[in-house]
């Protein structure tokens, strides 16, 4: 089997994100500590080194990746792939998290009780983000590159992170991944390890499994 590395990169803060507003796949701005975070990836992919990346073609991400661009240079241009867009969150798109809970309470508790399985009204669930992941990596399986940078979303991150490392349910959602970190995880002969870097330090050992105050996918 192929050695590879993977970077699974999240954009950086958004003006939702700092709202506690859901996103899914709607869009918001780059808040100034966004940028920043965003400038920290490039620096990190830049020192680690990278032959491939992809990427969300979602707002917020290309706004990332004009900071990342700035760090990181690449013979050939990210692909952009629409498999890599974050989870749908479908009718509670655009919702303050506290005003889905008073506007759909049953559905949200269902939801918070079983985030893989459950959808929200007309959108996705951790299942769906699955299939999507995989099928993506199914796709650049053929892919020379060694070091694979993937620059998308938290819950979508959460998916690649699942295929790549056949993780359970519980294990998926345990993954917290903040704006500022990049997971890294290495796959080839053997068992498959990760690692992440917090604001470009590190790395620190397994996968983030929490996120600061305010932290919102």
Not at 33 to 38: P, S, T, V
Not at 204 to 211: F, K, N, R, T, V
Request: proline share 5%; with cysteine; aromatic share 8%.
């Amino acid at each position: 089997m192929t050695q590879r590395t993977w970077y699974l990169v999240r954009h950086g803060e958004t003006e939702w994100n700092a709202a506690r507003r859901m996103q899914g796949q709607n869009d918001s701005r780059l808040t100034p500590e966004g940028h920043l975070h965003a400038a920290q990836s490039g620096e990190l992919l830049a020192r680690l080194g990278v032959d491939e990346m992809y990427a969300s073609p979602l707002g917020r991400v290309r706004q990332s990746l004009a900071e990342i661009a700035a760090h990181v240079h690449l013979a050939h241009a990210p692909t952009f792939d629409d498999r890599l867009k974050e989870w749908s969150s479908g009718d509670w798109s655009g919702f303050l998290y506290s005003e889905v809970q008073e506007r759909w309470p049953a559905e949200y508790l269902a939801w918070e009780a079983d985030r893989h399985s459950v959808r929200s009204p007309n959108g996705e669930n951790f299942v769906d983000l699955r299939a999507r992941a995989q099928a993506f990596l199914d796709d650049i399986a053929h892919s020379e590159a060694q070091r694979i940078a993937i620059v998308a979303h938290g819950f979508l991150n959460r998916a690649l992170a699942a295929c790549l490392l056949d993780l359970s349910a519980a294990q998926t959602l345990d993954i917290r991944q903040p704006n500022n970190v990049v997971i890294r995880i290495c796959t080839g002969d053997g068992e498959p390890v990760a690692d992440h870097y917090v604001g470009g330090a590190g790395p620190l050992a397994g996968l983030p499994q929490s996120a600061p105050a305010g932290q919102v996918a």
